[in-house]
């Protein structure tokens, strides 16, 4: 018996709200599998902005320059602002 047949003698054991479960379980495996190919076939496009952001950072990480981290970011953001002051103790 291969496995068509096994899952419709299995099927046909089921009361109709069993059965109708499976079916919606295969529409949704049907779905997940249409939507799955739909985003693979889907290039991952870059907007000019971010492929220039992408290239300033190859270009970074190239020059040997540590990459800030976010505490640094926020740094460097208040002190162009004026805003940013060393703790004194």
Do not use: C, H
């Amino acid at each position: 018996m291969n496995t068509e047949q096994l899952l419709l003698e299995k099927w046909r054991l089921l009361p109709p709200e069993r059965q109708q479960e499976v079916i919606d379980f295969v529409e949704f495996l049907e779905l997940k599998k249409a939507t799955t190919s739909r985003q693979a076939a889907e290039p991952k496009s870059k907007s000019t902005l971010g492929e220039r952001l992408q290239q300033i950072r190859e270009e970074i990480v190239a020059s040997g320059e540590p990459l800030l981290d976010w505490e640094g970011v926020e740094r460097e953001k208040a002190e162009r602002r004026g805003g940013y002051q060393e703790d004194v103790e």
